[in-house]
């Protein structure tokens, strides 16, 4: 391949340096407003540097933040969507790949048909879904609680688990499944005995995409939690100071940035393997 000239990368870097700098703005603004004091703010506008660092608005927001007429901060909510995006995040991961490995190399009759049915959930718009699902909740006494948004994005996350598994597991060689029943392996000790051995690089994938998705949901928790009940998605909404008060937007924006802590640092020490993970399996 011919190298591009100086002048194309140089316009090549400038690009992309403007769609950084355009990304990185809003979390930039949100940053330099978490360290700046309510009357910075208020006298030199949202957008500017702070003129002393409020080192103070992040453990105010973590246990003192007015959220809803609760003032016990954004502790308890993260410590919900811990609660909600850890075991969701576990468990589709985990159903994923069983369904992956099922459709990949165990084949039967109607299998094309039920990966069809399968994925047909990762286009349908969540908006769809709701009714259905505050039936569900209903029904089995789980409306409003932290297990009930668990068990909504275990199964939604299916979709996306069972196809990305499912994809990466056709280019694994049926001649090593055949030499393992040779030797009396079964399904689940072929499963974990080799499959699952070779599945780091999209198990990894599937966890990155999980949990920075379900930690991000906001309609489901909007809909379906109350209170001290929400995730920390939902809470953020209702941030709110007294009506005598001037809004607090150093603590506010404190708030947000603990909100996106986790997925921020998922994506930080996760991102190379995600993308080493989509590709792996894409040459054989």
């Known amino acids: 391949m011919r190298m591009p000239s100086p002048v194309s990368r140089a316009a090549i870097h400038a690009v992309l340096i403007a769609c950084a700098a355009f990304f990185l703005a809003p979390l930039t603004v949100v940053a330099l407003n978490s360290l700046r004091s309510a009357e910075d703010i208020a006298r030199a506008g949202v957008i500017g540097l702070p003129h002393a660092l409020m080192w103070g608005n992040f453990s105010g927001t973590w246990s003192g933040l007015c959220i ?94 069972t196809l990305f598994c499912r994809n990466y597991y056709l280019s694994i060689p049926q001649d090593l499944l055949k030499a393992a029943r040779i030797d009396g392996a079964g399904y689940f000790r072929i499963f974990w005995r080799i499959v699952l051995p070779l599945s780091p690089p999209i198990l990894i994938v599937t966890v990155i995409w999980q949990f920075t998705g379900i930690w991000n949901e906001y309609l489901f928790g909007v809909t379906f939690s109350t209170g001290d009940h929400q995730p920390i998605t939902a809470a953020l909404i209702a941030l709110s100071a007294r009506l005598s008060d001037a809004p607090q937007y150093g603590e506010q924006s404190a708030a947000v940035l603990l909100a996106a802590a986790p997925t921020l640092l998922v994506y930080l020490f996760g991102g190379r393997y995600f993308l080493r993970g989509l590709t792996a399996g894409a040459l054989k």
Not at 69 to 78: Q, V
Request: net charge positive; proline share 4%; aromatic share 10%.
């Open 68 to 161: 809803a007429e609760h003032c016990s901060g954004i502790r308890p909510y993260m410590w919900n969507s811990m609660r909600m995006t850890i075991p969701a995040t576990a468990l589709s991961t985990l159903l994923g790949a069983l369904n992956g490995y099922s459709l990949s190399l165990w084949r039967f009759r109607g299998d094309s048909l039920v990966f069809g049915i399968m994925t047909l959930g990762v286009f349908l718009p969540e908006q769809m879904r709701l009714v259905p699902w505050a039936i569900v909740l209903s029904d089995l006494g789980l409306f409003n609680t932290i297990t009930g948004l668990a068990l909504i994005h275990i199964v939604q996350g299916l979709s996306f688990a």
